[in-house]
């Protein structure tokens, strides 16, 4: 695999603070690409999105197979570096390829609160969803497990609140994650961290349950059929059992 890199720097700022984002060193190891950068900002709460373009599609889309300190809130600092899998992007790509970096101060338009991604989430119950809305836009909320989409609601207002239902029919695991989307800026996407989702009442409970019932049928039925023709000195009907004596009843 033949390239040469190239890299452009592209940086929304704001007047009102000076941010700068220098790029210190470009490496390629083994097939990934790593870019180390700073970011500077005057103002450290803010936070960036931060996405890597190529040429080879005319810096058109942002690269996906990146990792590291790229995506959303991205904090100013030193040591900041993009792991980008060229292989996995391009395939087995030959040619001059330039690389450009693109941010901007990152105000999301919706922020979850109180959202526990320790908690095990139950099937067949509801998820009651807070977030701080910081735009007009309706949006998109969906439950993932793995890649796949499992469930969600689409068009919902930005206005603070939702109750999402996890379906019954899901399957369990630890690799469910929540996915907001602005629908009128559909690059705008916001992931949870990984959670669990498992069943309602645990399997090993509702068998044990179903053993207790059957063993007291089980007594019943012995204990009742026993005093049919009795034999002698047993005062007990038929189908009655007598209770042991309580302590201190003698």
């Not at 990934?32 to 450290?44: F, G, K, Q």
């Not at 206005?159 to 029919?169: A, T």
């Not at 916001?190 to 349950?209: C, Q």
């Amino acid at each position: 695999m033949r390239f040469i890199l190239l890299i452009v720097v592209s940086f929304a700022t704001s007047a009102a603070f000076a941010q700068t984002v220098v790029i210190k060193k470009v490496e390629l190891a083994g097939e990934n690409v790593i870019v180390h950068y700073e970011l500077e900002d005057s103002n450290p709460n803010n936070e960036y999105l931060i996405n890597l373009y190529s040429s080879k599609d005319n810096y058109f889309a942002a690269l996906t197979k990146v990792s590291g300190d790229v995506g959303a809130e991205v904090k100013p600092g030193t040591n900041k570096r993009i792991v980008w899998k060229i292989r996995d992007e391009y395939g087995g790509y030959k040619g001059k390829i330039a690389l450009e970096i693109r941010g901007k101060v990152y105000i999301p338009f919706a922020k979850l609160q109180g959202f526990d991604t320790k908690k095990t989430y139950k099937k067949g119950t509801t998820m009651n969803l807070k977030w701080k809305a910081a735009g007009s836009s309706p949006i998109n909320i969906e439950l993932y497990k793995g890649g796949q989409r499992v469930a969600g609601d689409m068009n919902i207002p930005n206005n603070g609140s939702h109750s999402l239902f996890i379906p019954k029919h899901v399957g369990n695991g630890k690799d469910y994650r929540l996915k907001m989307t602005d629908t009128r800026n559909p690059d705008e996407v916001i992931y949870t961290d990984y959670f669990k989702v498992a069943p309602k009442i645990p399997m090993i409970v509702k068998v044990g349950a179903g053993v207790a019932v059957a063993a007291v049928v089980v007594v019943l039925v012995t204990k009742g059929g026993g005093n049919k023709g009795g034999d002698g000195g047993d005062d007990n009907t038929p189908g009655q059992i007598e209770l042991p004596a309580k302590p201190g009843d003698n």
